[in-house]
């Protein structure tokens, strides 16, 4: 039963250890925020009919 015990013990440690990480990341992480402009052709907006003969 110590073997149980001490497996439940260490997977509980890795947990907190990941949480820990988890939250860290969370508080002093911030992404930054730019604009973001994208062209887009004319062709793809407003495509031109097939004209059949």
């Known amino acids: 039963m110590p073997t149980l015990t001490r497996l439940i013990l260490?997977?509980?440690?890795?947990?907190?250890l990941v949480y820990a990480g988890m939250v860290a990341l969370v508080t002093f992480v911030h992404p930054k925020q730019t604009e973001m402009t994208i062209r887009i052709?004319?062709?793809k907006l407003n495509p031109k009919?097939?004209?059949?003969?």
Request: cysteine-free; glycine content about 6%; hydrophobic content about 40%.
């Open 10 to 16: 260490v997977l509980a440690i890795l947990a907190g």
């Open 41 to 43: 052709p004319s062709e």
């Open 49 to 53: 009919p097939d004209q059949k003969k």
